[in-house]
């Protein structure tokens, strides 16, 4: 039996283009944060993109979207729609389990178009960013580093509001309550 390989492609898209592609990827995604979502994305890209150039990159297996690339471009630098003075966390939306061929892509990609240098903040530590992306620079044998910045604080909340305020004290619920 002949095995016919999934044709890989990597595009450059608009806003509309890509729009179902990209909030499909976020809405089945666990750790896509709100941040790289197309809606926020876009709205940050009209008030504050105005200097630097987009590039909204997608990976494809087939007809298949695997990975969207929301950066914008400043000379030969990518870095991602958004900032770290309006967004706590920003990534790459990423298929699970097709992080390789995403970043192959991505940095071949960039390669073309002459980027020489990726400046990806802020970024969770569980990012794909941060968990994929370093490894696939070392193969391509582009250097990458990782630094921390600053803390963000985090905390899981219950799923009501009830099953919230029962974590609290009498003297919590009650200071709520005024």
């Known amino acids: 039996m002949k095995r016919w390989a999934m044709k890989s492609q990597f595009d450059q898209e608009s806003f509309d283009s890509i729009y179902d592609s990209w909030k499909k990827l976020c809405d089945n995604s666990k750790t896509a944060p709100i941040f790289s979502s197309p809606e926020w994305s876009r709205v940050w890209w009209q008030q504050f993109g105005s200097q630097a150039k987009l590039y909204l990159g997608a ?10 690339a929301p950066l914008q471009v400043n000379d ?15 990534d790459f939306v990423v ?11 991505l940095l071949d990609n960039l390669k073309a178009r002459g980027i020489k240098r990726l400046e990806l903040n802020p970024l969770r ?20 580093a990782c630094s921390q910045e600053d803390v963000t604080v985090e905390l899981n909340l219950p799923p009501t509001w009830d099953e919230y305020l029962n974590l609290l004290s009498g003297k919590q619920r009650h200071e709520l309550n005024r």
């Open 59 to 68: 990976a494809r297996e087939g007809s298949k979207t695997i990975g969207i």
């Open 76 to 90: 030969d630098v990518a870095s991602f729609i958004g900032g770290s003075d309006v967004c706590d966390y920003l």
């Open 95 to 105: 298929e699970p389990g097709s992080e390789d061929v995403f970043f192959s892509q």
């Open 125 to 144: 530590p569980d990012s794909t960013a941060r968990t994929s992306l370093i490894n696939a620079a070392t193969k391509y044998k582009w250097r990458a």
